[in-house]
């Protein structure tokens, strides 16, 4: 195990408010949660909260800050979301304006941060299961796709849901389903397995978002909820204000993966 | 099964719509999830869905309507929150001012209704898989105290939990977790198990809430986290205005309680 995987989530949170780790963070303080970023002015947070959690395979949330507090009381009440995060990004009625290390000089007292679960925590149980994971294996993004299921919408909010695919050999699909299943939290079980048409994919060698990955003879495509819908959703009611982590560069938490298994 | 058992959710609502149904509604709609409602004004409704967000043992959010709508959209879009409880309670400033089979001239524009998963749905699991439900037994309410575990709070909202409690014979313990962790939308699994003391309960034989129950020799007491515990938070912070149901007087949902096991 490297050095970084071994860090505690105190660690690597050091490292990356002090700027010594400004990349990915796959992999750093193995076997604890990583999350997902969005932060949005109060005006706007309940209705994304109850997008959340009308969807809640899309939009898994894990914590959100006191309106004016950048601490996540739940998953790491001794962390700082200003500066924790290795890259944000700030979008202003949405477009991307700002990629930045820290967020001291945008946050408002008035903002809602959320952090929704990453597909990290139910890829190493994949792993763990001896299930491949192609875009681990392959080193590249996991593909992503726009589908014809709509989420539920909320307020100013609503949009197809993003999904996520792996392809599994078929004689391990079921053994797929239920260890995600185990993962509420992050995700869970998937929303979708086989024909991408059927979920209005047309080009599976295409995606939307990420890299394509090889879909090997005798494996089907899995297809899971993924966390850029919320991001995707919100972005499209172009509010004044709202700041992301940027892709992979995700925010640690001091919760392991285990803990958010519901058997 | 008695006709009330065999009803439809749809043919339940309205026989309640039309008043011909004003008691408890255990039993009806046999299969079919009920739920707790509480309506607040949208001024306090992030407030409370991050309260529930916080604390989804004691508050597992079924479904949340959109300020002003009185339709629960994803368990029952056919529904009418304002006609269709048997009996609904209302509180001003904190104080029970009026009980009433309908809602219609108290709801306001800026109204949420939240509707909250009950412990009907594990209750059923638990008798399915031969566990004894001792207050069903007794034909009594259950027995609910006030504990030492505090919430998570979330703005005005804060408060210690209140748990249910059912006497579980010691060789089905593990059957009873294992059960009802199937069902994390209404409660899951328990938050105790054994002696009382441990979570500041004084006196086993005389709840806060509802009746008290016998405890055999071999039982040990069993302790869910309690729908009772948002109404009593909500009720502290001494909202203007906020609606329940009346104790017993559920909502039918069209989902059955099956739906919500999560494997």
Known sequence: MSSIAAMTPQEARQW???GRWQKPTAGMANGYTQANLAILPRSLAFDFLLFCQRNPKPCPVLDVTDAGSAIPSLVAPDANLLTDIPKYRVYRNGELTEETTSIEHVWQDDMVAFLLGCSFTFERAMLENGIPVRHIEQDCNVPMYITNIACKSAGAFSGPMVV??????HEQVVRAVQVTSRFPAVHGAPVHIGDPSVIGIQAIDRPDFGDPVTIRDGEVPVFWACGVT???????SKPEIMITHAPGHMFITNLRDEEFGVL
């Open 16 to 18: 990356i408010r002090e």
């Open 230 to 236: 919320p991001q995707a959703v919100a972005m499209q």
């Open 164 to 169: 996520s695919m792996r392809p599994v050999p």
